[in-house]
């Protein structure tokens, strides 16, 4: 079985891979890089989070980079500002559908734990999970963050993950903890969703 991971630099995608990847199942490892002016510290921290996944669970997995500074630029003026960081997270859902179908994988797994961050409410979590047409798995919903950061220190990804502190540059200050599908829809009526899925899929990174 195959499946899309939504793999960021921080503590908690990377445990939720492996945890699924120790099951059997076939990763394909999606990255979108969000910080504009510390790209290539990005990808590269991002890389050894992916190599450490590798050796840890002694298989390979397909590795993809995905632009997603335009996108988040884009999103944070022509839509709803306290809606960026849910916005960001549809469309981060529509690029890895998108994939997924491309490369036959039968759903998508997100480090996401329940109310950790303002996107990861339950209103929210179900508002950004319309935007995709597989399902998501969220192996880390029932962990706590000292769980998590266990098995991060355990795999080996921890100290990676903590070795720079890359912070988003586009989250509001005040984002939405409640937000509702046709409030969402209604913003995203302000861009052309299809085009910017379209043109960042074009622009994928493949890595050996």
């Not at 840890?56 to 022509?78: A, N, W």
């Not at 903890?177 to 409030?183: A, F, I, M, P, V």
């Amino acid at each position: 079985m195959k499946a899309v991971l939504l793999l960021s630099d921080g503590i908690d995608s990377p445990v939720a891979g492996y945890i699924m990847g120790r099951q059997g199942v076939e990763l394909v490892a999606l990255h979108f890089v969000t910080h504009g002016n510390e790209q290539e510290q990005q990808i590269d921290k991002t890389l050894k989070i992916m190599r450490r996944l590798e050796e840890t669970m002694d298989t390979s997995m397909s590795k993809i980079v995905v632009p997603h500074v335009d996108t988040l630029v884009t999103l944070s003026q022509e839509c709803k500002r306290n809606l960026t960081c849910i916005l960001c997270r549809r469309m981060m859902l529509r690029i890895a559908d998108k994939i997924g179908g491309e490369t036959d994988a039968a759903f998508i797994i997100t480090g996401e734990s329940l109310g950790q961050v303002a996107s990861q409410t339950l209103a929210n979590l179900f508002v950004e999970e319309q935007a995709s047409s597989l399902p998501i798995l969220r192996p880390l919903v029932g962990l706590d963050k000292v769980e998590i950061t266990r098995i991060a220190r355990e795999i080996g990804t921890y100290d990676i993950s903590v070795s720079s502190n890359l912070c988003c540059d586009f989250a509001p200050q005040r984002p939405s903890t409640n937000s509702s599908l046709d409030e969402v829809l209604e913003t995203e009526l302000n861009i052309d969703v299809d085009s910017i899925v379209l043109e960042a899929t074009r622009r994928v990174r493949m890595i050996d």
